[in-house]
């Protein structure tokens, strides 16, 4: 007699003996349990931690009907891992669940969903456990697709896309746990979480390379068709720091960086720099060295050396060699927008400083300059996929939301489905509807942003906006900067000076109105 668990340790006496009673509580019969807590043909149980193949059945033994309680059915054949069907809900491919209710011990005779008796949980899926009326055995029916790891375990598909959902939606696990227990879906341990995020991430990071390269051969085509000379490629380069600025103190952890090609409005690069790194830190406090890892008027060039003048002499009020956009030679009453109250600048050594200056730049570089906005877009972009009150960089989360991004800029909201046919899984046909539906209002967007109508209205709105500003300001005065009271005496604390003291002519009365408005604080009669 060969007596072991089924981990493959050898049973103690007394553990023969538990099993043997739990065996025998599932059974009505005597010889029912005679042949079931014979040793000799114990079969070690179905190791959870792996993924079984659909159909497959629990263990090879033989029994006709079990009486036990569902506590004493997982604690003896599941190792209490089996959960109950109404515990929680779970993502199921209806298609998938029906192709696989079948017990291929006795030649694919179809389940019966009557007969299930609970589920064993795999991230958002999992097995239905269903007991076949003909062998009466135990078979782990899975619940969606699945797909083999590079070490041979099953993995379901739906699992894969959670991790690709994360990264696109720009969230964390905390935040996906949150949303999934509070549709009563299953907790999802941060490990299995971690595991498929590093399945995803370096197709994301290849598919980020590969889109960039595309572009960048794109720019360079462009640019060499469009243009008599070959000057390389025309692009804007931006960066962006993971943590918001206080105005003194840029202490970020991290840092990414692009360039966007002028012809094409793609990333033709992008990169990302960290001050910090998990794996080194925890290398480092166990005094080792660590492991190989990742971290993580254009065109006219006389123009503009005629009018670059223009530039310095707008704001001291020359107008006289300003192009078509100064509004202020046909209207001498219009204020400067970017300037105090307006007025124009008066001091004469400032212009000859600012003339000099100006006058030393290169014309030719200055007709190819172009707006940065592409730039700030993407780091719009970037912000969605890892917000700046989360911190991701310590990790290989922060490069592959970064990639994300990137992929999102150059291929569309198809990039999901993209990235899941590298990974051999299925497309999915809600995945690509919406991508085709987001993708056709960018690009709508897009154009309408840049008709004049739009750019005016926009223009209209900004100005009301400051409008609105100043006007607060002028009727509330300041009520929020440096040094605020700094320039007046200290109030008295102890004594309230009388009416008398404050204003022979008028009886002025205070009171409180415990708000926050300057406004309103007093009354006189």
């Given amino acids: 007699m060969v007596n072991r668990t089924k981990k493959g340790r050898f049973l103690k006496p007394t553990q023969v003996a538990r099993y043997n009673q739990q065996l025998k509580n599932l059974h009505k019969s005597s010889e029912e349990c005679d042949q079931l807590v014979n040793l000799d043909t114990f079969v070690p149980l179905f190791d959870t931690q792996s993924t079984p193949a659909a159909g497959s059945t629990l263990d090879d033994h033989s029994y006709i009907q079990s009486t036990g309680s569902f506590d004493e059915i997982n604690e003896a054949f599941f190792s209490g891992k089996l959960r109950a069907l109404d515990f929680t809900r779970h993502v199921v491919d209806l298609q998938a669940l029906f192709n696989n209710m079948k017990c291929v011990d006795c030649a694919n005779v179809s389940l019966k969903f009557k007969d299930a008796v609970g589920v064993l949980p795999a991230g958002i899926c999992g097995h239905l456990v269903i007991r076949c009326y003909n062998c009466l055995r135990f078979v782990q029916v899975a619940m969606g697709k699945t797909h083999s790891s590079p070490h041979g375990q099953q993995i379901f598909d739906v699992n894969t896309k959670l991790a690709t959902g994360m990264y696109h939606s720009g969230i964390g696990p905390v935040q996906l746990n949150n949303l999934f227990t509070s549709m009563n879906l299953p907790n999802i341990s941060e490990s299995l979480i971690r595991r498929r995020c590093d399945e995803v991430g370096p197709v994301l990071e290849d598919l980020a390379e590969e889109s960039t390269s595309k572009a960048l051969c794109e720019e360079g085509h462009l640019s060499a068709t469009n243009s008599i000379e070959s000057t390389g490629i025309t692009a804007s380069a931006d960066g962006a720091y993971q943590r918001r600025g206080s105005g003194r103190c840029y202490n970020s952890l991290s840092g990414t960086a692009t360039l966007i090609g002028k012809k094409t409005g793609k990333i033709v690069g992008f990169s990302a720099r960290y001050k910090r790194c998990r794996k080194c830190d925890v290398a480092k406090a166990k005094h080792r060295t660590p492991n190989k890892h990742a971290s993580q008027c254009k065109e006219d060039t006389d123009k503009i050396e005629k009018s670059i003048d223009s530039v310095v002499l707008h704001q001291f009020g020359d107008h006289v060699k300003c192009g078509e956009w100064c509004n202020m030679k046909e209207n001498p009453t219009a204020r400067h927008k970017n300037l105090p109250w307006g007025a124009d600048l008066q001091n ?92 056709r209002d960018v690009h709508r967007k897009r154009e309408v942003s840049k008709t004049k109508e739009f750019k005016l209205q926009r223009q209209k709105l900004k100005s009301e906006r400051s409008g609105e500003t100043r006007s607060q300001e002028v009727r509330e005065g300041d009520s929020y900067s440096s040094n605020l009271l700094g320039d007046t005496p200290d109030p008295d604390m102890e004594v309230i000076p009388g009416p008398s003291d404050v204003c022979n002519a008028k009886t002025i009365v205070y009171y409180d109105l415990e708000t926050t408005g300057l406004t309103g604080q007093h009354q006189e009669f």
């Fill in 348 to 439: 004469e050594k400032l212009k000859t400083d600012l003339l000099t200056l100006f006058r030393d730049l290169d014309p030719s570089k200055l007709s190819r300059l172009d707006s940065s906005n592409c730039n700030e877009s993407f780091n719009n972009t970037l912000r969605s996929k890892a917000p700046k009150d989360k911190h991701y960089s310590e990790s290989g989360s922060l490069a592959y939301r970064l990639s994300a991004a990137v992929c999102q800029k150059n291929e569309g909201y198809n990039y999901v489905a993209k990235v899941h046919e590298k990974l051999g899984l299925s497309p999915g046909t809600a995945t690509t509807s919406l991508a085709s539906i987001r993708d």
